[in-house]
């Protein structure tokens, strides 16, 4: 592990830069810089705010959040590293294919405390036209930079490094930006879950600029001096404007509680423990800093909420001068620039590095290739210092690495052999599948015409009996599947449904009823019954029955279909 490492925080109004050093169990604080941008990210203006900061060396990492981050979670059967690094490369190449443009991509295995008997990755995933140029910036202001990692991951490695850490306790950390929000769950030192989404500080000076008719600057002034977000029974306002301040926070801080609380229920969804409770929610990041706002959240979400400030752990002697006079209170804006460097510095960090393909072959040959190949030559160069004369020997090492290169050819053709079978065991599943959905269709008819010669009744009289199927699409496990959803963009092969089968049955009977016999519609009505009350069930599913009030010529329809299913659990489409 790097004993220096620095973690550098872009976001749209400011760029946060933390260098620490780590020496046994301290680490120092060697500069916390931080430079406005105002709104303007255009990479070369982000380079000459790094080089004002006057920092070089490495290695370094640059925070990665906001709509250029996808964050999404893979359910798989346990599977070996070679075989899962496979399947995740053709996940990241179909978003890839998908966008139009090259991503740059990382995963790793979450461990959750679950019993699915599945393998739950997480795939972090950035555009490279966002990343790049901003890597490059840093690298261009004489930082080492390596590659990128999501806010959400940055902000769990500061609890890991600097947070209490209690048995047992869920906690949700929540780090609010000024356009940005980004979210984790841990357990016990193990992330079980991260996101980003858009809101945070931002949505408070909106709401002050709608109010009071003010420019961004003046709401921006007036949200960081007067706004208080104390629960009203508790608050003591200084004056009429500040009060005027607070009612008009409520909206986006009541919206701010939605999302939270929403980012709760995707957790449950995506780990599959839906009786995972949060027993503490920790908010850290500029945002934060509003006063109230931990008062204001734990009082509408009836769990503790605390402020988290990994700064205040650091030992902050070896600032420089000015660095120690702007931090001033404003140590909560650096969570994320903490948390990016303590993943390079902590043994037991999550390492994610979201890092484009051609820069991770550029790694590889650097890291490994270059010294395989120094290391090769001067085996060659002893070789034949040593045995010269030795003709036999050179011929043997020859013919060995000869063998070698065929058992590397051999392993090639055995792992594309492997992911041709798993694409056909994907193909023999879907076809599987809408066999099994079209005997559905069958049963389904049986069943009516099984139900219709048990309930027949004097004076009604069926004519005709037509049977259709509508199409619909099926998930690989068999359910319908929206239609909104058919063609999800970040649907990966093995999640993707089978689109428009013939699959969703519908049988329609038309039929009169004689006068002879009594009152028709007290028989209609007395049949109508009969077959309401012995619908049959398929797949689990009860069929239904519509019908038609029965006409002056005394004719009817009966119409029967099965009920939509039920809703499944919702999923992190945002990145998720």
Not at 443 to 450: L, P
Not at 491 to 515: F, H, M, N, W
Request: glycine fraction near 10%; aromatic fraction near 6%.
């Amino acid at each position: 592990m790097a004993s220096q490492a620095i973690g550098i925080d872009i976001g749209n109004h400011a760029v946060k830069v933390a260098v620490l050093q780590r020496k046994g169990a301290v680490t120092r604080a060697l500069r916390l810089f931080r430079a406005p941008l105002g709104g303007d990210t255009d990479p070369v203006r982000v380079q000459g705010a790094l080089a004002r900061a006057g920092i070089a060396g490495g290695p370094g990492l640059v925070g990665i959040t906001g709509r250029d981050l996808i964050i999404r979670y893979t359910h798989l059967p346990p599977v070996p590293d070679w075989r899962l690094k496979l399947l995740m490369q053709f996940e990241i190449n179909e978003v890839s294919g998908q966008s139009g443009e090259e991503v740059a991509a990382d995963f790793r295995r979450l461990r959750l405390p679950n019993d699915s008997g599945e393998d739950t990755v997480l795939v972090a995933l950035a555009r490279t036209t966002w990343l790049g140029p901003r890597i490059n910036a840093a690298r261009g202001a004489g930082m080492k930079v390596s590659s990128g990692c999501p806010n959400s991951v940055a902000v769990f490695n500061a609890f890991l490094a600097h947070g209490s850490l209690q048995e047992g306790e869920t906690t949700y950390l929540v780090s609010l930006g000024r356009d940005n929000i980004d979210m984790a769950v841990q357990r016990d030192g193990d992330l079980l879950f991260a996101r980003n989404m858009a809101g945070g500080g931002g949505l408070f000076t909106e709401a002050i600029m709608q109010t009071f008719g003010l420019k961004e600057p003046k709401a921006e002034a007036n949200k960081l001096k007067k706004g208080d977000l104390t629960p009203k029974a508790r608050a003591q306002y200084a004056d009429s404007t500040t009060e005027k301040l607070a009612n008009a926070m409520q909206a986006p801080a009541g919206q701010l509680v939605s999302m939270i609380q929403s980012t709760v229920m995707i957790c449950r969804a995506q780990v599959k423990m839906p009786d995972l409770k949060v027993d503490r929610v920790l908010v850290t990041g500029g945002g934060a800093q509003l006063k109230g706002l931990a008062d204001y959240l734990g009082a509408n979400m009836d769990v503790p909420v605390e402020l988290f400030d990994p700064v205040a752990a650091l030992d902050l002697s070896g600032l420089n001068a000015q660095d120690a006079e702007e931090l001033g209170d404003q140590q909560l804006d650096f969570a994320a620039a903490v948390g990016l460097a303590e993943t390079l510095l902590q043994p037991n960090a999550y390492r994610l590095e979201v890092l484009s393909e051609k820069e991770k072959k550029t790694r590889h040959f650097t890291q490994r290739t270059i010294w395989n190949l120094f290391a090769a030559a001067a085996a060659l160069i002893l070789i034949v210092l040593m045995f010269k004369t030795r003709a036999a020997d050179i011929a043997a090492v020859k013919r060995d690495n000869g063998a070698l290169e065929q058992l590397k050819r051999k392993r090639g053709d055995i792992e594309k052999r492997g992911a041709k079978a798993y694409k056909a065991e994907l193909d023999a599943r879907r076809k599987e599948l809408v066999l099994h959905a079209r005997l559905r269709t069958g049963q389904f008819g049986r069943g009516i015409v099984d139900l219709i010669a048990a309930e027949r009744m004097d004076y009604v009289f069926l004519r005709t009996l037509q049977m259709r199927t509508e199409k619909v699409g099926l998930d690989l496990d068999g359910n319908e599947v929206e239609k909104a959803s058919l063609m999800a963009s970040q649907a990966s092969d093995d999640t993707k449904p089978i689109v428009d089968q013939p699959v969703r049955p519908v049988l329609e009977i038309e039929g009169t009823v004689q006068k002879t016999g009594g009152n028709p519609n007290q028989k209609y009505k007395q049949y109508v019954r009969a077959l309401r009350t012995n619908l049959p069930a398929v797949a689990g599913r009860k069929a239904k029955m519509d019908t038609t009030i029965l006409s002056s010529a005394q004719k009817f329809t009966l119409t029967f279909g099965l009920p939509d299913p039920e809703p499944a659990a919702s999923s992190d489409k945002e990145g998720g």
